[in-house]
Nanobody
Framework: QVQLVESGGGLVQAGGSLRLSCVAS????????LGWFRQTPGKEREFVAG????????TYGDSVKGRFTISLDNAKNTVALQMSSLKLEDTAAYYC??????????????????WGQGTQVTVSS
């Protein structure tokens, strides 16, 4: 059974940094991609960042480009999201997800097969 478990969320001041991690387990496919999304109440899930199974391809949402960095540790099946220069509008529940059908990360939430339970990030002024 595929499982994704996020950690690292919390409360941080605007301008600060936070690192999220997601451990993926229970899958055997060698070709996959991983993504981070975020969501606030009443809004659709927003693409944040994605990475290919090799780590060679990364893509970012426009609102986080230049501030967030996604990385992958294949040995540990862990995808991380390093968030810097955090803004109030980055406050959201953050979810990691895995797409077992694509090597290149998609920006569409519907492309992803499995999701983590989410971790809350709150940025304060």
């Amino acid at each position: 059974q595929v499982q994704l478990v996020e950690s690292g969320g919390g409360l941080v001041q605007a301008g600060g940094s936070l690192r999220l991690s997601c451990v993926a387990s229970g899958f055997t496919t060698l070709i996959y991609s991983l993504g981070w999304f975020r969501q606030t109440p009443g809004k659709e899930r927003e693409f944040v960042a994605g990475i290919s199974w090799s780590g060679g391809t990364t893509t970012y949402g426009d609102s986080v480009k230049g501030r967030f960095t996604i990385s992958l540790d294949n040995a540990k099946n862990t995808v991380a999201l390093q968030m810097s220069s955090l803004k109030l509008e980055d406050t959201a529940a953050y979810y990691c997800a895995i797409d077992l059908d694509r090597a290149v990360p998609s920006r569409e939430a519907r492309s992803y097969n499995y999701w983590g339970q989410g971790t809350q990030v709150t940025v304060s002024s």
